[in-house]
């Protein structure tokens, strides 16, 4: 990774084609992304890409995701005739021309991707491909005692009393935080923690400027065409 902010396309390009798709995950290449962000639940042995923990905003099926078969799942139109896809999918689709960002949802998600990023790794990924990330800290702490190698993000929301003191207690790579709570004091205290900060979801041009001069280095944006006419003009 660079000192450039790197465009990360969250959920692959979520403004612009049904999020999680790899439709979405397509258009996010076509605009040369950096990383590529996607949400991963494992469902019958197999990990499903889909942010919700319920169906109804994003498919047109109903009830929850964990109660639900991947057959079931696999039947769904999750929006432009597009079907959930699996992470190996989305590997594939991908083929190494951007990082990938996973975010664990649900149980038993960390044993699982940690298992097909070594699986990954023998198909000519690096390690340095990869982020795995999370609200729940405990499945990255799983992640680090699996794999110490995988590269972690720890997901905020809020901005915590000791800023970025629980990604380093994590010995993650990053530290991903809300763009309503960053500030120029948590950018520093993750930097000097040797973090890097990436931001979630920024969308429109002033924003983007705006965590620039915070100093960040990534953004995740559901426009990554937006973020790539920015990063051009701010050459």
Same mark, same amino acid.
């Given at each position: 990774m660079s000192n450039k902010i790197l465009n990360i396309g969250h959920r692959g390009a979520a403004g612009l084609a049904p999020e999680n798709t790899l439709k979405s995950v397509q258009r996010a290449l076509d605009y040369?992304? #950096?990383?590529?962000?996607v949400d991963v639940y494992h469902i019958d042995g197999e990990l499903l890409v889909i942010?919700? #923990?319920?169906?109804?905003?994003?498919?047109?099926?109903?009830?929850?995701?964990?109660?639900?078969?991947?057959?079931?799942?696999?039947?769904? #139109?999750?929006g432009d005739g597009e079907q959930i896809p699996t992470l190996q999918e989305v590997l594939t689709l991908v083929d190494r021309r951007a990082g990938i960002n996973i975010e664990l949802k649900g149980p038993d998600t960390a044993e699982a991707v940690a298992a097909l990023i070594h699986d990954a790794r023998r198909e000519g990924w690096q390690n340095s491909q990869f982020l795995v990330s999370s609200f729940n800290h405990h499945s990255l702490q799983h992640i680090k005692e699996i794999d110490p190698d995988i590269p972690r993000g720890v997901l905020l929301y809020a901005l915590?009393?000791?800023?970025?003191?629980?990604?380093?207690?994590?010995?993650a790579f990053?530290?991903?935080?809300?763009?309503?709570?960053i500030t120029?004091?948590?950018?520093? #205290?993750?930097?000097?923690?040797?973090?890097?900060?990436?931001?979630?979801?920024?969308?429109e041009a002033e924003d983007f400027a705006r965590?620039?001069?915070?100093g960040v280095d990534g953004i995740f944006t559901d426009y990554p065409d937006r973020l790539q006419k920015f990063l051009r003009n701010s050459e």
């Open positions: 040369g992304v #950096d990383w590529i962000e942010h919700d #923990d319920r169906l109804e905003r994003t498919t047109n099926g109903s009830g929850y995701v964990l109660e639900k078969s991947f057959t079931y799942l696999r039947s769904l #139109d999750a915590p009393l000791d800023y970025a003191a629980a990604a380093s207690e994590l010995t990053s530290v991903n935080m809300g763009m309503s709570f120029k004091a948590f950018v520093e #205290d993750a930097h000097k923690r040797q973090l890097k900060v990436f931001v979630y979801t920024v969308n965590m620039a001069a915070l």
